[in-house]
Every structure is written in structure tokens, then in C-alpha cells.
């Protein structure tokens, strides 16, 4: 058994194409999607998680595949996994209930104790606020102090997005948040890919989201260019809000 899970994991890790497993497909495939998505290879994580729906629909949210991980979700109750991820997922779409869907599944997540949960509802409302740099960071702010609360090292993910704010507001705090987002980042993931667009390394962001078959709905509103400093005056509105 673990030399098999190992042998899975180490080819996952090369990269080595589906085609690859179609013959030897795990035995286990439940707990290979998990691997499979945490590595970064969503296409082989939504092909093995039939009976995970949470795993399947956060594979095929990775691929942008929105509308197929709603469908994936419909039937499961409304906890705050599903809403998590259907939130993300209307995101993606740029649906009108997005956001509404996020404060619906941030609220759930704290009813429920769910530290996973409120980090991925606070890293997804800090994106729908991204442009309100300082909303951003407060939303942000929930999910380090649950992480921190529960001693867990902060997200990766949260932390991409938390230097993206950073840098709109200026100053060297950005940069420094986001080479410790790449540094806990794991390969080919979206926290990877966010830091990496942060710290101005295009190429590598994108060939990070290639490699891990991520669509460029995950970047959309991090990749316009090098992040630009608020005006002073703009900021100064922007912390009243």
C-alpha cells in the first residue's frame, strides 16, 4: 500500500501525462484524487473523485470548468464546503450571486468552526475586493487570525492574494508577503501562480498555471501588469471605507 502511494505520488509529481494511468488506475481513487489535486493535476483528480464530490468539483473549478462543478454540487446540502465552492464557482462565472454566496458560506464556516472553510471564504472575498485594497485586506484579515487562532501556519493561497492588496497600497510589505506566499506555495497551485504574477515573474506564472492545467479565470484580475500604488489621496478615501 505505500509503496503504491508513493509510486502514485512520484509520478504525479513528474508529470507524467494521463495517459500514463489509464492502465494502472489506483485502487483507491478517492484518496488519489485528494493527491492528485493537492499536486496539481486537477484533470486526473476530477477523473478519480466520482465519489468525492467536494474533490471533484474543486478539480474542476481549477480547470474552470464553473458550470460543471455547480452541477457536481447541486445535489449536496447547503454546509459550508458546498458553499464555499459554489461561491467560488459563481465567481468564476461572474455571476450577479456571487458575492452574496460568499458572505452566505463565510457565515456558515464560522457557525460551523470551520477553519479551512473561512480561510477559503475570506481568500474569495479578498478577490471580489481587490480593487478596495483596504476592504481587501480586512477581508483577508479574518482568515489570518482563524489560521493563527488555530495554529496552522498562515495560507499560501491568502497570502498571494493578501500581497496583491499590499502592493496597490505600496511600499516594500507586498513583495515581502509574496515570496512567503511562494515559499509555503505548493507547485502548479493557485497560490503559486498568484504570488508568482506579485512578484512580477510572468513567465514562470504562467508556465507554473500550465503545467497545472489551471485556467486563467484563477489570475484574471492579477495579471494586468505590475501592481500600481494607489494615489495618496485615493488611499486616504479607500480607508474610509
Known amino acids: 500500500m505505500a509503496d503504491a502511494h508513493s509510486e502514485l505520488r512520484a509520478a504525479l509529481e513528474r508529470g507524467e501525462p494521463a495517459s500514463a494511468f489509464e492502465e494502472r488506475s489506483p485502487q483507491h481513487q478517492t484518496e488519489a484524487a485528494r493527491l492528485a489535486l493537492q499536486l496539481g493535476r486537477p484533470r486526473l483528480a476530477a477523473l478519480w473523485a466520482g465519489a468525492d464530490p467536494l474533490t471533484h468539483a474543486a478539480a474542476l473549478l481549477r480547470l474552470g470548468e464553473s458550470g460543471h462543478a455547480l452541477r457536481v454540487l447541486e445535489p449536496?446540502?447547503?454546509?459550508?464546503?458546498?458553499?464555499?465552492?459554489?461561491a467560488r464557482a459563481l465567481w468564476q462565472l461572474t455571476d450577479a450571486r456571487a458575492e452574496a454566496a460568499t458572505h452566505e458560506a463565510l457565515a456558515l464556516a464560522r457557525q460551523e468552526g470551520d477553519v479551512g472553510a473561512v480561510i477559503a471564504a475570506a481568500v474569495l472575498r479578498g478577490e471580489q475586493l481587490f480593487l478596495r485594497p483596504y476592504a481587501a485586506l480586512r477581508a483577508l484579515a479574518e482568515g489570518l487570525k482563524v489560521a493563527e487562532g488555530s495554529g496552522q501556519p498562515s495560507d499560501?493561497?491568502?497570502?498571494?492574494?493578501?500581497?496583491h492588496a499590499q502592493l496597490r497600497l505600496g511600499g516594500a510589505k507586498g513583495t515581502r508577503t509574496a515570496q512567503k506566499a511562494l515559499d509555503r506555495s505548493l507547485p502548479r497551485s493557485p497560490a503559486r501562480v498568484l504570488a508568482l504574477f506579485a512578484l512580477q515573474r510572468a513567465a514562470e506564472a504562467q508556465a507554473e498555471a500550465t503545467d497545472g492545467e489551471l485556467a486563467a479565470v484563477w489570475w484574471r484580475d492579477f495579471s494586468a501588469g505590475p501592481p500600481h500604488a494607489m494615489p495618496e489621496r485615493t488611499a486616504r478615501r479607500a480607508a474610509d471605507e
Open 76 to 86: 449536496l446540502p447547503d454546509t459550508t464546503r458546498p458553499a464555499t465552492l459554489r
Open 156 to 163: 499560501a493561497h491568502l497570502l498571494a492574494v493578501l500581497a
